[in-house]
């Protein structure tokens, strides 16, 4: 019982979605039940009709008046017949709206908690991969209804039903295929799901697994191959297919069992039902008829029992699903929003390091290690440093896309956490060093910076950046930049995401490597229309080394060297 | 492996995976006969039991052997049932490891340049995903499609025994079953081709934004963001419920005659047991012969119900060969009949080779080079001058389209400016190129590569996990880590692509000391590089410009 309630708890967040589609999800369930009883009318009524027929025929033959109205019952056969189909059909389009419409809820649920994570549980979360599998777990939820729901609650329907049928007419025999039908739906439902518990939920972290080793062959397949080592790692490789595999085959013989044992248990319940039918129909208590509608309503359910043992055998997948995507919703990363934040003044803070130090979980090292460092209202500083010097981090602690773990960040006399998100983020604003861009139009990853932006505004920052001869021989405003920005060269990306940063008019400007995959010409002309617009404004330039930046351009005269996470140098040029 | 034939297309590659495990698809389809005469044996005798009760007046202990052999017959059933799903599982848990051995050795066999085109991440998810949607095809849909004619058929000549108007009935609807077969077919395949299109772009929406959060983190978007994210999931469900409602359509046909076929079976056999029918075969009906064509009307129908279910398997695996099929069609390269291997201590030398990629014309070349044994030689140029490709002829990644190259025997100790980094500790990335290795020779590796310090920090130690791709390590600690390798590797020959580029000026020193300290070993070094610092400590300066050679210059 403990481990339904853990798995209830589990599954709890993702039931009270369901729960905002209640009227959707019963009316569902109401059409899969209508088919599922059309189908033992279709059959229960045809063998009775035939039995009855037949009957009626066998005392016409031996000279004895019968009669027997033909009419209601094949008019009620015709009506199940045509019922069966048509809710069956409209089930399906229905169920299959009602499941878009919560993976829609699901993807839209799952991003506001995505949102609220800070920049270091991301970090850890680019990888593809992760994302491939954030996305597949959506996806496994959005099967709960359908798949794990309705069709346990449906059969459960069609038993109460089947066993107040059989039960109408003969008590005993009723009640004997009600509870042997009962303990075949635990069978197959809680006892499906207890043995394939565990190989199911191992299953997505095997697929995963087995993923990144492929990837790891694909990609190293140069040292790999150097080293000579190449039949080592495939070996590795066909070790995690060989567990993958293991599983796959020990849930496809349990599912397999589940379902051998959906025919044996109704094929005993039938000769149960049968046998009792028979011994009442000896003994006078029931007609012919109905002794025959009795085992073929039992037959008919087949059909609604072989939708659980697939279904439950993997629930260990839609827990594990449910287990990693309510990890990530109670992850410790998301940053608080102060509760009465203070206000900034409208003129340029000072903004200011107080040994701040940053360790990311699962690194070796701390990415900043006491670090102190102050930039005055109009203060144009360079941070140098090499890759993983600690310059991306302080500027993730500035825009607080992550808190550090000692020490504080202040804008004035503000520490960052006393004031709002929204505050600090239009106060601080940061060109990262990836350009980020989304699928969309020019004018929508420009307005990112401004929403309210008119298209003059967007013409004069692509001007500053030069892209505005590119974009008028392009479609203009319209033009798409492709998944990721990837119709545009990285430099065209560069820009745009600078020109965005321009149009928000952050008061603090944090520019990591603006000008990569610049020629030096084109730098130096950037920097210089920079220089006017930065005025009033603080800089941060975060770059490798103070070669091949126009610095000069910029008006850049102060700078701090950074290395493994401290500061160890500063002057002014 | 398709050299010079005509390409492979998927249907064959699917026919050709099949047929090394022909047996167990066999088995399984044994099985579903097996379970389809026994379905029949299972109505035949219910019917038996009814028409004995009601007909002859039979008393149920007279009838205790039908209830035994019903029991009989239903073991069976069961049995039968999990053989052939399980058979059909191992058939395709077999083929796709078979499959995915052949594409492994394919992407081996081409090596890392000529996958360069390709996203190597992608093409390892390729390497898991779509040899899984292998899986119903050869699982389930391929012995389906035997059963699907085989019980029909089995059920007809029964039915037509007993009445042969009553199987005309049946049979009526045989000729519109490869009707039904094409629509269901045809629904299936349209449905999951556009799907398709509408998943991986309304996931590519999801994925898009999930990728850029940091981004609308920093410019306050988020609210907004997550509303668009719900509205295009609202989009796509109303795309896609316009494709599910003539998709429906085709499988609704099928239930439909399935459903009417019972109804009008059933009136007719009423009509007839009723003496309402004065035609040939109905007046001998019978409760037995009548019950059991009802009773078996269903299971007529039931295969091609199943077989329309794994319909879109099929689907998938199509999909799947056709992306596969792709990279297995990239012809691999001639066997180099201009590469020769000397003994281990040898040096390298490259005579008149030369090097073309295609769409981009020679990038190496005409070349000759002579290394000694122990010598330290740098490759300097400007970028694109043919360095890279210069390393890679000589580490056997690419293929001289002329001359010939002598490199000594063993594996070459590699480097590039990315380094391998496989999920595991410190140790087990060391121990990818040497697996024998002492945790003494390991940690002896590490020091030279300047990690010493860091691993004596740590509480595991060269046992402390690696995350992902090396998740934890700074680029500078993952550059060393690729240096300690070489140390590792018994190698006589080290190469080395951009080993200094983007770290910090403390890596690069070690960098220097290290491969001095290589060079002293007696190992041969070929790096290339544009720092000066790495340039002094070479025997020999060569220059490349446009993929030659320009000049040397001494020590």
Same mark, same amino acid.
């Given at each position: 019982?403990?481990?339904?309630?853990?798995?209830?708890?589990?599954? /709890?967040?993702?039931?009270?979605?369901?729960?905002?589609?209640?009227?959707?999800?019963?009316?569902?369930?109401?059409?899969?039940?209508? *088919?599922?009883?059309?189908?033992?009318? @279709?059959?229960?009524?045809?063998?009775?009709?035939?039995?009855?027929?037949?009957?009626?025929?066998?005392?016409?033959? #031996?000279?004895?008046?019968?009669?027997?109205?033909?009419?209601?019952?094949?008019?009620?056969? /015709? %009506?199940?017949?045509?019922?069966?189909?048509?809710?069956?059909?409209?089930?399906?389009?229905?169920?299959?709206?009602?499941?878009?419409?919560? !993976?829609?809820?699901?993807?839209?649920?799952?991003?506001?908690?995505?949102?609220?994570?800070?920049?270091?549980?991301?970090?850890?979360?680019?990888?593809?991969?992760?994302?491939?599998?954030?996305?597949?777990?959506?996806?496994?939820?959005?099967? !709960?209804?359908?798949?794990?729901?309705?069709?346990?609650?449906?059969?459960?329907?069609?038993?109460?039903?089947?066993?107040?049928?059989?039960?109408?007419?003969?008590?005993?025999?009723? @009640?004997?295929?009600?509870?042997?039908?009962?303990?075949?739906?635990?069978?197959?439902?809680?006892?499906?799901?207890?043995?394939?518990?565990?190989?199911?939920?191992?299953?997505?972290?095997?697929?995963?697994?087995?993923?990144?080793?492929?990837?790891?062959?694909? +990609?190293?397949?140069?040292?790999?191959?150097?080293?000579?080592?190449?039949? =080592?790692?495939?070996?590795?490789? #066909?070790?995690?297919?060989?567990?993958?595999?293991?599983?796959?085959?020990?849930?496809?013989?349990?599912?397999?069992?589940?379902?051998?044992?959906?025919?044996?248990?109704?094929?005993?319940?039938?000769?149960?039902?049968?046998?009792?039918?028979?011994?009442?129909?000896?003994?006078?208590?029931?007609?012919?008829?109905?002794?025959?509608?009795?085992?073929?309503?039992?037959?008919?359910?087949?059909?609604?029992?072989?939708?659980?043992?697939?279904? %439950? =055998? +993997?629930?260990? #997948?839609?827990?594990?699903?449910?287990?990693?995507?309510?990890?990530?919703?109670?992850?410790?990363?998301?940053?608080?929003?102060?509760?009465?934040?203070?206000?900034?003044?409208?003129?340029?803070?000072?903004?200011?390091?107080?040994?701040?130090?940053?360790?990311?979980?699962?690194?070796?090292?701390?990415?900043?290690?006491?670090?102190?460092?102050?930039?005055?209202?109009? +203060?144009?500083?360079?941070?140098?440093?090499?890759?993983?010097?600690?310059?991306?981090?302080?500027?993730? @602690? #500035?825009?607080?896309?992550?808190?550090?773990?000692?020490?504080?960040?202040?804008?004035?006399?503000?520490?960052?956490?006393?004031?709002?998100?929204? *505050?600090?983020?239009?106060?601080?604003?940061?060109?990262?060093?990836?350009?980020? !861009?989304?699928?969309?139009?020019?004018?929508?990853?420009?307005?990112?910076?401004?929403?309210?932006?008119?298209?003059?505004?967007?013409?004069?920052?692509?001007?500053?950046?030069? !892209?505005?001869?590119?974009?008028?021989?392009?479609?203009?405003?319209?033009?798409?930049?492709?998944?990721?920005?990837? +119709?545009?060269?990285?430099?065209?990306?560069?820009?745009?995401?600078?020109?965005?940063?321009?149009?928000?008019?952050?008061?603090?400007?944090?520019?990591?490597?603006? %000008?990569?995959?610049?020629?030096?010409?084109?730098?130096? /002309?950037?920097?210089?229309?920079?220089?006017?617009?930065?005025?009033?404004?603080?800089?941060?330039?975060?770059?490798?080394?103070?070669?091949?930046?126009?610095?000069?351009?910029?008006?850049?005269?102060?700078?701090?060297?950074?290395?493994?996470?401290?500061?160890?140098?500063?002057?002014?040029? | 492996?398709?050299?010079?034939?005509?390409?492979? &297309?998927?249907?064959?590659?699917?026919?050709?995976?099949?047929?090394?495990?022909?047996?167990?698809?066999?088995?399984?389809?044994?099985?579903?006969?097996?379970?389809?005469?026994?379905?029949?044996?299972?109505?035949?005798?219910?019917?038996?039991?009814?028409?004995?009760?009601?007909?002859?007046?039979?008393?149920?202990?007279?009838?205790?052997?039908?209830?035994?052999?019903?029991?009989?017959?239903?073991?069976?059933?069961?049995?039968?049932?999990?053989?052939?799903?399980?058979?059909?599982?191992?058939?395709?848990?077999?083929?796709?490891?078979?499959?995915?051995?052949?594409?492994?050795?394919?992407?081996?066999?081409?090596?890392?340049?000529?996958?360069?085109?390709?996203?190597?991440?992608?093409?390892?998810?390729?390497?898991?995903?779509?040899?899984?949607?292998?899986?119903?095809?050869?699982?389930?849909?391929?012995?389906?499609?035997?059963?699907?004619?085989?019980?029909?058929?089995?059920?007809?000549?029964?039915?037509?025994?007993?009445?042969?108007?009553?199987?005309?009935?049946?049979?009526?609807?045989?000729?519109?079953?490869?009707?039904?077969?094409?629509?269901?077919?045809?629904?299936?395949?349209?449905?999951?081709?556009?799907?398709?299109?509408?998943?991986?772009?309304?996931?590519?929406?999801?994925?898009?934004?999930?990728?850029?959060?940091?981004?609308?983190?920093?410019?306050?978007?988020?609210?907004?963001?997550?509303?668009?994210?719900?509205?295009?999931?609202?989009?796509?469900?109303?795309?896609?419920?316009?494709?599910?409602?003539?998709?429906?359509?085709?499988?609704?046909?099928?239930?439909?005659?399935?459903?009417?076929?019972?109804?009008?079976?059933?009136?007719?056999?009423?009509?007839?047991?009723?003496?309402?029918?004065?035609?040939?075969?109905?007046?001998?009906?019978?409760?037995?012969?009548?019950?059991?064509?009802?009773?078996?009307?269903?299971?007529?129908?039931?295969?091609?119900?199943?077989?329309?279910?794994?319909?879109?398997?099929?689907?998938?695996?199509?999909?799947?060969?056709?992306?596969?099929?792709?990279?297995?069609?990239?012809?691999?390269?001639?066997?180099?009949?201009?590469?020769?291997?000397?003994?281990?201590?040898?040096?390298?030398?490259?005579?008149?080779?030369?090097?073309?990629?295609?769409?981009?014309?020679?990038?190496?070349?005409?070349?000759?080079?002579?290394?000694?044994?122990? $010598?330290?030689?740098?490759?300097?140029?400007?970028?694109?001058?043919?360095?890279? &490709?210069?390393?890679?002829?000589?580490?056997?990644?690419?293929?001289?389209?002329?001359?010939?190259?002598?490199?000594?025997?063993?594996?070459?100790?590699?480097?590039?400016?990315?380094?391998?980094?496989?999920?595991?500790?410190?140790?087990?990335?060391?121990?990818?190129?040497?697996?024998?290795?002492?945790?003494?020779?390991?940690?002896?590796?590490? $020091?030279?590569?300047?990690?010493?310090?860091?691993?004596?920090?740590?509480?595991?130690?060269?046992?402390?996990?690696?995350? $992902?791709?090396?998740?934890?390590?700074?680029?500078?600690?993952?550059?060393?880590?690729?240096?300690?390798?070489?140390?590792?590797?018994?190698?006589?020959?080290?190469?080395?692509? $951009?080993?200094?580029?983007?770290?910090?000026?403390? &890596?690069?020193?070690?960098?220097?000391?290290?491969?001095?300290?290589?060079?002293?070993?007696?190992?041969?070094?070929?790096?290339?590089?544009?720092?000066?610092?790495?340039?002094?400590?070479?025997?020999?300066?060569?220059?490349?410009?446009?993929?030659?050679?320009?000049?040397?210059?001494?020590?």
């Amino acid at each position: 019982m403990s481990h339904l309630a853990t798995l209830y708890r589990e599954l /709890r967040p993702w039931l009270r979605l369901l729960g905002r589609r209640r009227g959707r999800l019963a009316l569902g369930a109401l059409l899969m039940a209508i *088919t599922a009883f059309a189908g033992i009318g @279709l059959l229960a009524l045809s063998g009775w009709f035939i039995t009855a027929t037949a009957l009626t025929g066998m005392l016409l033959a #031996a000279g004895i008046a019968a009669s027997l109205d033909v009419y209601v019952p094949g008019g009620g056969i /015709r %009506f199940f017949a045509v019922t069966r189909t048509v809710a069956r059909y409209l089930e399906r389009l229905y169920n299959h709206d009602t499941v878009l419409r919560l !993976l829609a809820d699901l993807r839209g649920g799952m991003f506001r908690v995505l949102v609220r994570l800070d920049g270091q549980a991301l970090a850890q979360r680019r990888a593809s991969e992760w994302l491939n599998r954030l996305t597949a777990d959506i996806d496994t939820l959005d099967s !709960l209804y359908l798949r794990l729901l309705a069709p346990p609650l449906v059969a459960l329907l069609a038993i109460l039903g089947l066993t107040l049928l059989i039960g109408v007419f003969l008590p005993l025999a009723g @009640l004997v295929a009600g509870g042997m039908l009962l303990l075949l739906w635990a069978l197959l439902t809680l006892g499906q799901a207890r043995l394939g518990m565990l190989a199911s939920q191992r299953r997505v972290i095997e697929l995963d697994r087995l993923r990144s080793r492929s990837i790891e062959h694909v +990609q190293g397949l140069a040292e790999l191959s150097a080293y000579g080592s190449l039949a =080592t790692h495939r070996d590795a490789v #066909a070790q995690y297919e060989q567990r993958l595999y293991a599983d796959q085959r020990r849930l496809g013989r349990l599912a397999a069992l589940g379902n051998a044992l959906v025919g044996l248990g109704i094929g005993i319940t039938l000769l149960a039902v049968l046998w009792l039918a028979s011994l009442a129909y000896a003994s006078g208590t029931l007609n012919g008829p109905l002794m025959v509608m009795m085992p073929l309503a039992v037959l008919a359910l087949a059909e609604t029992l072989a939708l659980l043992p697939n279904a %439950f =055998t +993997q629930l260990g #997948a839609t827990r594990a699903a449910a287990r990693r995507l309510n990890a990530l919703g109670a992850a410790q990363g998301a940053i608080r929003e102060a509760e009465r934040p203070a206000t900034l003044a409208p003129s340029t803070p000072t903004l200011a390091f107080d040994a701040v130090s940053l360790h990311y979980p699962g690194a070796l090292t701390p990415a900043l290690d006491r670090v102190s460092l102050s930039l005055a209202a109009g +203060q144009r500083m360079a941070l140098l440093g090499a890759s993983g010097a600690g310059k991306s981090s302080l500027a993730q @602690l #500035a825009t607080r896309l992550v808190d550090p773990q000692a020490g504080q960040v202040t804008l004035d006399a503000n520490t960052l956490p006393t004031l709002s998100v929204r *505050t600090v983020r239009n106060c601080v604003g940061l060109l990262s060093q990836q350009s980020e !861009l989304f699928d969309d139009s020019l004018a929508a990853n420009l307005r990112l910076g401004a929403p309210a932006a008119g298209d003059g505004q967007l013409w004069k920052v692509l001007a500053m950046v030069e !892209l505005d001869a590119w974009a008028q021989q392009a479609q203009g405003l319209a033009t798409r930049v492709g998944e990721g920005g990837r +119709q545009l060269s990285g430099g065209q990306a560069r820009r745009l995401c600078l020109a965005r940063l321009l149009l928000a008019e952050p008061r603090i400007v944090m520019l990591d490597e603006p %000008f990569a995959g610049l020629d030096a010409a084109l730098a130096e /002309r950037i920097a210089t229309r920079l220089n006017d617009w930065l005025a009033g404004r603080s800089l941060l330039l975060l770059c490798h080394q103070r070669e091949g930046q126009p610095l000069a351009a910029l008006g850049v005269g102060d700078w701090t060297q950074l290395a493994e996470g401290r500061v160890v140098a500063a002057g002014s040029a | 492996m398709q050299q010079g034939d005509a390409p492979l &297309t998927p249907r064959q590659w699917l026919q050709r995976l099949a047929k090394p495990q022909r047996r167990l698809t066999s088995l399984a389809v044994a099985a579903g006969l097996v379970v389809g005469l026994a379905t029949i044996g299972q109505m035949v005798l219910l019917a038996w039991w009814i028409s004995g009760v009601l007909v002859d007046g039979a008393s149920v202990a007279e009838l205790a052997w039908v209830a035994g052999a019903l029991i009989g017959v239903l073991l069976l059933r069961a049995v039968a049932q999990w053989l052939q799903e399980v058979a059909g599982q191992e058939a395709s848990l077999r083929i796709r490891q078979a499959a995915r051995h052949e594409l492994l050795a394919h992407i081996e066999a081409l090596g890392p340049m000529r996958l360069s085109g390709r996203h190597s991440a992608a093409l390892g998810s390729q390497l898991v995903e779509q040899v899984e949607a292998l899986d119903g095809y050869f699982a389930r849909f391929l012995p389906q499609l035997r059963l699907a004619v085989a019980i029909p058929a089995l059920i007809a000549v029964l039915v037509m025994w007993l009445d042969w108007l009553a199987a005309i009935f049946l049979l009526l609807a045989a000729p519109m079953i490869p009707l039904f077969m094409a629509l269901v077919g045809i629904g299936a395949e349209r449905l999951n081709r556009r799907q398709f299109a509408a998943v991986s772009r309304l996931s590519g929406h999801f994925l898009d934004r999930v990728r850029g959060i940091a981004t609308l983190q920093l410019f306050n978007r988020a609210e907004q963001a997550t509303e668009d994210v719900h509205a295009a999931a609202d989009e796509y469900r109303r795309l896609s419920m316009r494709t599910l409602r003539l998709a429906f359509l085709s499988s609704a046909v099928l239930e439909f005659f399935a459903a009417v076929a019972i109804a009008v079976l059933a009136i007719y056999i009423g009509f007839g047991l009723l003496g309402y029918i004065d035609y040939d075969p109905s007046p001998q009906l019978t409760l037995f012969s009548g019950l059991l064509i009802l009773l078996l009307a269903p299971e007529f129908f039931q295969p091609l119900r199943t077989l329309s279910q794994h319909y879109h398997d099929r689907a998938a695996a199509l999909g799947a060969a056709d992306a596969l099929v792709a990279l297995l069609n990239t012809p691999l390269p001639k066997a180099d009949a201009g590469r020769q291997v000397a003994g281990r201590d040898a040096g390298v030398s490259l005579n008149h080779v030369s090097v073309s990629f295609p769409g981009r014309g020679r990038v190496l070349g005409p070349l000759d080079l002579a290394v000694e044994p122990g $010598e330290c030689v740098v490759l300097v140029g400007p970028s694109g001058a043919g360095k890279s &490709t210069l390393l890679q002829l000589i580490a056997g990644f690419v293929d001289s389209d002329t001359g010939r190259v002598a490199v000594p025997a063993g594996e070459v100790a590699w480097m590039d400016q990315r380094p391998l980094l496989i999920h595991g500790s410190l140790a087990d990335n060391l121990r990818l190129v040497a697996p024998e290795a002492s945790n003494t020779a390991i940690q002896g590796a590490l $020091e030279g590569a300047g990690l010493g310090e860091l691993i004596a920090a740590l509480p595991a130690g060269i046992d402390t996990s690696l995350g $992902e791709r090396g998740a934890g390590l700074s680029g500078g600690q993952a550059q060393r880590l690729a240096l300690a390798r070489v140390f590792l590797s018994p190698a006589s020959l080290v190469l080395l692509d $951009e080993p200094t580029a983007s770290v910090d000026d403390e &890596t690069e020193a070690v960098v220097i000391s290290a491969l001095q300290a290589l060079s002293e070993e007696g190992r041969t070094l070929i790096l290339a590089t544009h720092h000066p610092a790495l340039m002094a400590m070479a025997d020999r300066k060569v220059r490349l410009v446009n993929g030659t050679h320009v000049d040397e210059v001494g020590p």
